[in-house]
């Protein structure tokens, strides 16, 4: 009998869209900006880092740039089940997130440790916690109510229960359904935010701790229906219908500004679309390329050289540099780290299928 892998390699494959690529690198780099001008300082404490306010503000101050993590959830969803559609087991599908997810996010604890340890030994009483260090490792750190060593891997944890969720659709033979699942829970939590059952309702409160993929289910469910509406078979009054409801439902105690993340979505679709060809260019793909790299290390590597340099170094020359800096860090740790760590995973798992019969 021949292997899964082999019967998902003769369906035809769409060529990749870089303009998502682009948009990925783009949302990195919002991100990065927001949290060395905006948000630096704003935070007790990154991780195990201690921040200090700035001596000088920057002249420029990316406000909105922590929209770049709802056009991240938007593009998971797209992307995910654009994914399930060659993957026909639920361990196939949790083995390519591991490989895609965890060698580099363990590289980024060690390279946080190593940037926050010795600068906190002006701090007399510090004393790294290393229980929570190691527990951090699980990426389930969230579950038990651990600190992030990184504050950015907050979005990992909702990352992960999203792909639980889809890899219980794979294992239920409902990946099909996914969709109209997926609606059918953003529009209970639309409703219970509406009528305020979180505030009445004694003990619901709690689907909210335990699940916080509820709170943002509704980007990775603009993403999905977006793929939806490119299946040629697919329901285009249903799916706009869709569409139409979960932009409403941005609107409704929203985590981020309805109407900014209502623009970033119709650009998030019209790269879906391929129709953003400006984005196709050189640089903006190798920012994609990078991206996740980018948006684990850039905290420990730019935070270090924001909380100790600025006595010394003009404010925005320095975000400037740390920003750079983080770049070229992420570019050596994606090629390092990541692709061969991708490599290595896939051609030991090739190794042990059997040849076709």
Not at 275 to 300: D, F, V
Request: charged share 15%; proline share 4%.
């Amino acid at each position: 009998m021949k292997h899964d892998t082999d019967t998902a390699s003769k369906e035809p494959l769409r060529p990749r869209n870089l303009q998502l690529d682009a948009l990925r690198g783009l949302a990195a780099l919002s991100v990065m900006l927001f949290h060395f001008t905006a948000w630096y300082g704003k935070s007790k404490i990154d991780g195990i880092l201690r921040l200090d306010n700035f001596i000088s503000e920057p002249q420029l101050v990316f406000y909105f740039g922590d929209l770049g993590v709802p056009l991240f959830f938007m593009i998971s969803g797209y992307v995910i089940t654009e994914s399930c559609e060659r993957r026909k087991t639920a361990s196939s599908f949790a083995f390519s997130r591991f490989t895609r997810l965890y060698p580099l996010y363990w590289c980024s604890i060690i390279l946080a440790v190593m940037c926050y340890l010795p600068c906190n030994g002006r701090t007399v009483t510090y004393e790294p916690e290393w229980l929570t260090i190691a527990i951090n490792f699980s990426m389930l750190q969230t579950s038990i109510d651990v600190q992030n060593v990184n504050e950015a891997y907050w979005t990992l944890y909702i990352e992960l229960q999203f792909y639980t969720l889809v890899a219980f659709a794979i294992t239920t033979q409902q990946i099909k359904r996914l969709p109209l699942q997926v609606l059918g829970l953003t529009t209970a939590y639309a409703i219970a935010t509406a009528f305020r059952c979180w505030d009445w309702i004694p003990g619901i409160w709690r689907i909210k701790s335990v699940f916080p993929l509820f709170v943002f289910l509704n980007y990775f469910a603009l993403g999905i229906w977006v793929r939806h509406l490119q299946h040629p078979q697919a329901n285009k009054k249903l799916g706009f219908t869709a569409i139409g409801l979960s932009c409403v439902f941005l609107f409704i105690r929203p985590a981020y500004n309805p109407l900014a993340a209502t623009a970033i979505f119709f650009v998030f679709w019209a790269a879906c679309e391929r129709k953003l060809n400006l984005l196709e260019n050189r640089l903006l793909i190798s920012l994609g390329t990078i991206s996740y790299a980018l948006y684990l290390i850039h905290g420990p590597c730019g935070y270090t050289m924001l909380n100790y340099l600025q006595t010394y170094v003009q404010i925005d020359l320095l975000i400037t540099i740390a920003v750079l800096i983080s770049i070229m860090l992420a570019t050596v740790l994606t090629f390092v780290i990541e692709k061969t760590a991708h490599k290595f995973f896939h051609q030991s798992t090739s190794a042990k299928v059997p040849p076709a019969r």
